[in-house]
């Protein structure tokens, strides 16, 4: 079973740009489905963008569609979340997650394994 360690995260000024990494444990890394959720406070995690464990095109939000890339390199057992343009909403806690053989899901349910998360602020 992965572990999930992300980082990247920080203070950022609205239309700057952050690149996430999620660093996974493990030798099984290339047979997970991988997303990143966020949370804001007083709101429920939602789903940022999700990539299945075939490396099919990435899924993302209607919310940062355009503005954000995931990419995942199964050499480095990393996943990537590239966010550019970004908007005070956008500020909160980024989390990655993993499921085996997963799809690449937008629901968390579909996921059982998550990191600590990374804290993003965006300021206006």
């Known amino acids: 079973q992965v572990q999930l360690v992300e980082s990247g995260g920080g203070l950022v000024q609205a239309g700057g740009c952050l690149r996430l990494?999620?660093?996974?444990?493990?030798?099984?890394?290339?047979?997970?489905?991988m997303g990143w959720f966020r949370q804001a406070p007083g709101k429920e995690r939602e789903f940022v963008a999700a990539?299945?464990?075939?490396?099919?095109?990435?899924y993302y939000a209607d919310s940062v569609k355009g503005r954000f890339t995931m990419d995942r390199d199964n050499a480095e057992n990393t996943v990537y979340l590239q966010m550019n343009s970004l908007k005070p909403e956008d500020t909160a806690v980024y989390y990655c997650?993993?499921?085996?053989w997963g799809s690449g899901s937008s629901l968390k349910n579909q996921y059982d394994i998550w990191g600590q998360g990374t804290q993003v602020t965006v300021s206006s």
């Open positions: 997650a993993a499921a085996q």
């Open positions: 990539i299945s464990w075939r490396r099919s095109n990435p």
């Open positions: 990494s999620c660093a996974a444990s493990g030798r099984t890394f290339s047979s997970y489905g």
